[in-house]
C-alpha cells in the first residue's frame, strides 16, 4: 500500500476536463511512475461526502451488531440506491432486515436510523446532467 497524494492541475492544453496526477510523496522508499488520468465530474461532491458517512457509519453500527473488528464484519451489501428504488420505508425496513438474517442482536434501531439517514439522498448509479428533468 502506497502513500499517494493527488493533485488536480489545470492548464491551458487541456479543455473542459482537468489532469490529475499520482505522485509518490518525497522520501518514500519506492517510486512509482508517475500517471496521469482525467476525471469527470459526475455527481455532486457533498452527496459524495454523505455517502461515505453514510458507509462509515454503517461498518461502525455492523461491528456493534456483529461484535466484531471491522475486518470480521460479515460481508454485508447495504446498497443504498436499491433502498432509494424501493417505493415506501416499510419495503426498505424488510430489504435490511433480510441482509440482517444471521444477526442475533436487535437491529430494528439500526434499520430505523438507517432508513432515516437514506431519505432524502439522491442515488448515485444514474447521475442527471443539469436541465435533465426525466429521473
Known amino acids: 500500500f ?3 497524494t493527488m ?3 489545470t492548464s491551458p492544453e487541456t479543455t473542459a476536463q ?3 496526477y499520482f505522485q509518490t510523496p518525497p522520501g518514500t522508499e519506492e517510486e512509482v511512475p508517475q500517471k496521469q488520468g482525467r476525471v469527470t465530474v459526475k455527481y455532486d ?3 459524495l461526502r454523505r455517502r461515505l458517512n453514510l458507509e462509515e457509519w454503517i461498518v461502525s453500527q455492523l461491528m456493534n451488531l456483529y461484535d ?3 475486518d470480521e464484519v460479515p460481508e454485508l451489501e447495504i446498497d443504498v440506491d436499491e433502498l432509494l428504488d424501493l417505493p415506501s420505508d416499510v ?3 424488510i430489504r435490511v432486515k ?3 438474517v444471521d444477526c442475533y442482536k436487535p437491529n430494528d434501531d439500526f434499520v ?3 432508513l432515516e439517514k437514506v431519505r432524502g439522498m439522491q442515488k448515485l448509479s444514474t447521475p442527471q446532467k443539469k436541465g435533465d428533468l426525466t429521473p
Open 112 to 114: 430505523e436510523a438507517l
Open 98 to 100: 433480510m441482509l440482517l
Open 68 to 70: 466484531c473488528e471491522e
Open 7 to 9: 493533485a488536480a492541475v
Open 45 to 47: 461532491r457533498k452527496e
Open 91 to 93: 419495503e426498505r425496513a
Open 2 to 4: 502506497l502513500n499517494r
Open 18 to 20: 482537468p489532469r490529475v
